[in-house]
């Protein structure tokens, strides 16, 4: 059974960035990478990846995606993905909140956009040097 999605802007760290930057990717274009995939282009163990993806499902962010098939039509197994649109987004505004928010030198306003729309939502983000509205 799928989770409910818990819409949060979950913290990441270096291990979580890793994951859920592939996983954003993946989303984007419409591939499922298996546990083989994810070892290789994120460079953390079987046992790191299947407690955070066991996190991420808990908040309903990843599902577990069951009989893919290659182009060729064979058989690829399982892989994973994310469940939906909203956690896409939330997601990215997740990834831009760990790339952005600790720049050093108070520079913040190089990197991130005044306005960060996530699905029906926007985000108006107060950069150093903005009096209070």
């Given at each position: ?11 990441l760290?270096?291990e ?16 499922c ?8 282009e ?10 955070h ?31 939906s ?9 997740a990834m ?18 005044r ?19």
């Open positions: 059974m799928a989770e409910k999605l818990i819409k949060v802007v979950p913290g760290n270096e979580t960035y890793q994951l859920v930057e592939r996983l954003w990717w993946s989303y984007k274009y419409e591939t990478p298996n546990y083989g995939h994810l070892e290789a994120t460079d953390l163990s079987r046992d790191v990846l299947n407690k993806l066991d996190t991420f499902k808990k908040l309903g962010f990843v599902k577990t995606v069951r009989g893919l098939m290659t182009e060729d039509g064979e058989v690829a197994g399982s892989g994973f993905s994310l469940t649109q909203d956690a896409f987004h939330l997601i990215e505004l831009y909140r760990y790339n952005y928010n600790d720049q050093p030198y108070g520079r913040t306003d190089d990197y991130v956009p306005v960060l729309k996530v699905g029906e939502y926007e985000y108006r983000l107060k950069l150093n040097g903005d009096s209070p509205s």
